[in-house]
């Protein structure tokens, strides 16, 4: 699956985007965070406040108890700030 | 209903007059056009927008799709620009057109409301204190739970 970065996370990891293929066992956006946080110490340290970071699935925003199973494309971004 | 995100200008003049053309039967047109903010004592030189498109594009539909529902509208548009934009530009232009003033001015409200915490794109302000990205503010939240 594709991971997407945004804003302050995106340079806090020096990248916007990757590919990455998690185990079976990671079901949901909280499992994910964690899975990507315990295999980078940046991302870690980026995604310290969770609550901060907001998430979607395939252009959809979700909560981080929102299921990962069969998402192409999971963006992973701070609070928004448009208008 | 219209929604359209892009890094193109837009002329906010030339977008309320087309959007007043589609009004039939209309006895209220409100429009508001957020523009980038220099202020003496915090001056920047430039504003970027980062922006998720596709997301951007589902949760404008979405914000659209329930003001038109909870108001008595007759056509309703977002703008909204991305990129790097210099003060005075115009960032985001939301037009609401209904029979009457307050569910225009009300619809108005509520699209901005929404689109400021639900939409996704973030600002980053350049000035002679360098670059920094804008915290999302408590107030934003507040605005929009009282229509919750």
Same mark, same amino acid.
């Given at each position: 699956?594709?991971?997407?970065?945004?804003?302050w996370?995106?340079?806090r990891l020096?990248?916007g985007?990757?590919?990455?293929s998690?185990?079976?066992?990671?079901?949901t956006i909280?499992?994910?965070?964690?899975?990507?946080?315990?295999r980078d110490e940046?991302? =870690?340290?980026a995604?310290? @406040?969770?609550?901060?970071? @907001? =998430?979607a699935?395939?252009a @959809?925003?979700v909560?981080?108890t929102?299921?990962?199973?069969?998402a @192409?494309?999971v963006?992973?971004?701070?609070p928004?700030?448009?208008? | 209903m219209?929604? *359209?995100v892009?890094?193109? !200008?837009?002329?906010?003049?030339?977008?309320?007059n087309?959007?007043?053309?589609?009004?039939?039967?209309?006895?209220?047109?409100v429009t508001?056009?957020?523009?980038?903010?220099s202020?003496s004592?915090?001056?920047?030189t430039?504003?970027?927008?980062?922006?998720? +498109?596709?997301?951007?594009?589902? /949760?404008l539909n979405?914000?659209?799709a *329930?003001?038109?529902t909870?108001?008595?509208?007759?056509?309703?548009?977002i703008?909204?620009?991305?990129?790097?934009?210099? +003060?005075?530009? !115009?960032?985001? /232009?939301?037009?609401?057109l209904s029979?009457? *003033?307050?569910?225009a001015f009300?619809?108005a409200?509520?699209?901005?409301?929404?689109?400021?915490?639900? $939409?996704?794109? #973030?600002? /980053?302000?350049?000035? +002679?204190?360098?670059t920094?990205?804008?915290?999302?503010?408590?107030?934003?939240? $507040?605005?929009?739970? *009282? #229509?919750?």
């Open positions: 699956m594709k991971i997407l970065y945004f804003a996370l995106r340079e020096n990248r985007e990757e590919e990455v998690p185990p079976a066992t990671v079901a909280a499992d994910l965070i964690d899975w990507l946080a315990a940046a991302f =870690a340290l995604v310290e @406040k969770r609550a901060l970071i @907001k =998430a699935v395939d @959809k925003l909560p981080h929102a299921s990962i199973t069969g @192409k494309v963006a992973l971004f701070p928004m700030t448009g208008g | 219209t929604v *359209r892009s890094p193109a !200008p837009f002329d906010p003049g030339a977008e309320t087309a959007f007043l053309k589609a009004g039939n039967g209309a006895g209220a047109a508001f056009t957020g523009v980038v903010r202020k004592d915090d001056p920047i430039a504003l970027t927008l980062e922006c998720y +498109p596709e997301l951007a594009i589902n /949760q979405d914000i659209v *329930r003001a038109t909870r108001f008595d509208l007759l056509a309703a548009t703008i909204h620009r991305y990129g790097t934009l210099g +003060p005075g530009e !115009p960032i985001v /232009q939301v037009m609401t029979p009457h *003033r307050d569910p009300k619809a409200e509520f699209l901005m409301d929404y689109l400021k915490t639900d $939409a996704p794109f #973030w600002k /980053q302000e350049t000035g +002679p204190r360098g920094h990205w804008v915290e999302a503010k408590a107030e934003d939240d $507040a605005a929009k739970a *009282r #229509w919750e």
